[in-house]
């Protein structure tokens, strides 16, 4: 006869062990617990927020623009592009996850190596690019597009910070001549396409890095009055920008795509005429994409604008007020350059919609509508949260610490 010999201490052999629950407390070191306390939650949350409400707007906007681009062959459902945004929003979420879960120096080359891919991309262009509304921009691959200037914007911000914050160890590095043939490089590739909004992109971020990474006054003088002559032999030169120019700051040229934003933006007052209720997002060109701003205004009125620029606004000031104790040059240059291309991308396009700077053709990041500006946005904002991560450890006593590392 068998007799049970386990004692009030000794585990019982016939039950099946519980496997250990993971929980995401303080003391899990593990890879994903780990990065869920080292991750900016707050700025992640604002992203996420960011996200919901572009899908909001396109849902808004996706009828005014399904009837414009249906013909006599093809009709699309009024939430056409609300559904094809939803399908965008699934994959970029994870891939901007993803990407903040890279080490800084994972995630440093990831950005290094995707520059010299897009760059060549961007040289391809003009051979095997596709034209659309008399612009080559987009690059087939098989059911779509992609637009290679979209997604260089934040591997060029990333690999110029690199560049710039290699002058710390060594001074007598060249590295602002580098950059600016870097630059000029990109600069002549877009506006052969033509795309002068991305070119101004592209300057501007590269002059915030240089600002940031303490250049002296006197070569950023010089770089603001080779800027101002630049803008000036474009008006000159360049048919696309004497258009644009001409078309904002003189009576009689062809405003209609603005005049048309700002009045949409206003038609709604400061509460909207309520989700599907709007009739003037039916006369803009791009409501889903370029004046999606306008959109919100009209159907959720002006207040809903404000809630959306303080958002951004909200975003900017959290990443530059968090910048402020980082010690290393690299993760101040990459995080505050990525910072400044995702600002002054929105603002942009909110002074177009309000009918304060000509149309530029350029998206509101995480809210227009479109495909490759929404990856390549979850890219750029992956990177951002990857190099803005802090250990929460190394703020505790060393006993904690210890503690926690037994």
Same mark, same amino acid.
């Given at each position: ?9 000794? =585990? ?133 597009? +992609? ?6 914007? =934040? ?46 992109? +592209? ?35 360049? =048919? ?7 078309? +904002? ?137 990857? +190099? ?19």
């Amino acid at each position: 006869m068998m007799t049970d010999t386990a004692g009030p201490g000794t =585990p019982d052999r016939g039950r099946a062990r519980k496997k250990p629950v993971t929980r995401l407390g303080r003391s899990d070191r593990s890879a994903l617990g780990l990065w869920f306390w080292e991750i900016d939650r707050v700025l992640l949350s604002l992203v996420i927020v960011l996200i919901a409400i572009g899908l909001i707007a396109v849902a808004a906007a996706s009828p005014a623009a399904s009837h414009r681009y249906s013909d006599g062959g093809v009709q699309f459902a009024p939430l056409h592009y609300f559904w094809r945004q939803l399908g965008w929003v699934v994959l970029s979420v994870p891939v901007m996850l993803g990407v903040s879960m890279l080490p800084k120096q994972m995630a440093r080359r990831m950005a290094l190596v995707g520059a010299a891919f897009f760059t060549a991309m961007l040289v391809l262009v003009p051979f095997i690019g596709v034209e659309t509304n008399g612009a080559r921009r987009w690059i087939g691959v098989g059911i779509g597009q +992609f637009q290679p200037s979209e997604f260089l914007k =934040p591997m060029f911000v990333v690999s110029l910070a690199w560049l710039l914050s290699l002058k710390v160890q060594d001074k007598s590095l060249p590295v602002v001549p580098l950059s600016a043939l870097v630059l000029a490089l990109i600069a002549l590739l877009l506006m052969k396409q033509p795309d002068f909004g991305q070119t101004i992109m +592209f300057g501007v971020m590269w002059m915030a890095l240089l600002m940031i990474s303490g250049v002296s006054s006197r070569i950023l003088g010089g770089l603001v009055g080779a800027g101002f002559l630049g803008i000036v032999g474009a008006y000159l030169f360049y =048919p696309v920008a004497t258009l644009r120019i001409d078309n +904002f700051l003189f009576e009689g040229g062809d405003t209609y795509q603005v005049d048309s934003a700002h009045a949409t933006l206003t038609a709604g007052g400061l509460f909207g005429t309520g989700p599907g209720g709007g009739q003037m997002k039916f006369r803009l060109p791009e409501a889903h994409t370029d004046y999606i701003f306008s959109v919100i205004g009209e159907e959720f009125g002006l207040i809903a604008c404000a809630v959306v620029a303080l958002l951004f606004l909200a975003i900017v000031v959290r990443v530059f007020v968090k910048l402020l104790d980082e010690e290393d040059s690299f993760t101040v240059l990459a995080a505050a350059g990525l910072t400044t291309q995702f600002g002054v991308q929105a603002l942009i396009n909110m002074a177009v919609n309000v009918h304060l700077a000509p149309s530029k053709g350029m998206t509101l990041p995480f809210i227009s509508y479109g495909g490759s500006s929404m990856l390549a946005l979850a890219i750029g904002m992956g990177l951002l949260l990857a +190099f803005t991560r802090r250990n929460p450890y190394l703020t505790r006593s060393p006993y904690v610490v210890k503690w926690n590392g037994r």
